[in-house]
């Protein structure tokens, strides 16, 4: 039962701040449990090219939960990236990335496939995140120009000077970096003029509603010209219609992912999914 607040019991709302605190805990030690147990799963959603090349694939971390399944990142990325952990995870997932690109890069047919990887500020915030991914690309001995970076704008807050150092870095080896989510951060313009960048990510909830929402349309048409202006590729996420597609496709922008092309995949689906596509697919 629970007693009124002022005694020596616990209030409603102390159990509540106790159970979250429980959780939580919890919730730490199976993600360090899940990454000690290998139960994090690298899933690949095909990124193309007008008109149907697939470039290669963004990897999207997927944990199956030995209890609950197959888990989404909305259910654990917050929580890696308030506690830290995010670091780790985030290097086993450069590194597996990596390791791919290195089994593809010996087969002919998928020696040019390139990878997108998302990259969260804390792990760019890391002293030696330069190190770091140079490590992981000697080790696995790629050819890094198949390697793309995913960054948010949240990012571009603090530290510009050195994130942009980081990034120079980077680019110098061959790796590319890409701006995600574009349009919902709070970046000025005048950043992204002095950000090393290859390309920039339209959000897709500014493709959801292209059709229906003449704001929507004009701000995805507003990002296109932008990149095209700084001289960066231009790539819709979200894709879910072929309306959206033609639309996308006479604001300029030819780089493509989402639902309708694919779900991220596990590693044998999309690869079974690009000897369908090499048949081609629009
Ligand atoms: P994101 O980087 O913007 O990735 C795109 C998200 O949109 C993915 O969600 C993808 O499944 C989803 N998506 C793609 N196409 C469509 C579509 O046509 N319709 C709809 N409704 N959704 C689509 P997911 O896999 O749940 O990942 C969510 C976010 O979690 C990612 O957003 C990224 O910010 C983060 N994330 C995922 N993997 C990693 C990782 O390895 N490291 C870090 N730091 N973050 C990750
Ligand atoms: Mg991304
Ligand atoms: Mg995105
Ligand atoms: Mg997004």
Known sequence: QVKQAGGNGLSFFDITLQDQAYQRLTL????????????????????????????????????RHPERG????????????????????????????????????????TARLELSVNISAKQLK?????????????????????LKLELTESVLVEDFENIVS?????QAKGIRFS?????????????????????LKVDRSFVADLLTDENDQA?????????????????AEGVETVEQLKILYKLGCYHYQ????????PLNEF???????????I
């Open 28 to 63: 730490a030690q199976e993600l360090q449990q899940a990454l000690n147990e290998e139960q994090f799963e690298l899933f690949y959603q095909p990124q193309l090219v007008h008109p149907g090349v697939v470039l290669g694939a963004e990897v999207l971390l997927r944990w």
């Open 258 to 265: 989402g639902y309708y092309f694919s779900k991220p995949l």
């Open 179 to 199: 701006l995600d989510d574009f349009g919902t951060g709070y970046s000025s313009l005048v950043y992204l003029k002095r950000l090393p960048l290859y390309q």
């Open 126 to 146: 890391q002293a030696n995140f330069s190190d770091k991914v140079l490590d992981i690309i000697k080790h696995t001995a790629i050819d890094a120009s198949a």
């Open 219 to 235: 701000i995805a048409k507003m990002i296109i010209l932008l990149g095209q202006t700084l001289g960066l590729e231009v790539m």
């Open 70 to 109: 197959l888990l989404s990142p909305d259910a654990f990325i917050r929580f890696a990236e308030e506690t830290g952990l995010i670091v780790e995870m985030g290097e086993y997932v450069l590194f597996h990335a990596c390791k791919q690109l290195a089994i593809w890069q010996q087969t002919p047919s």
């Open 166 to 170: 980081v990034m120079q870095i980077l």
């Open 271 to 281: 690869e079974h999914y690009l000897v369908k596509a090499s048949g081609g697919l």
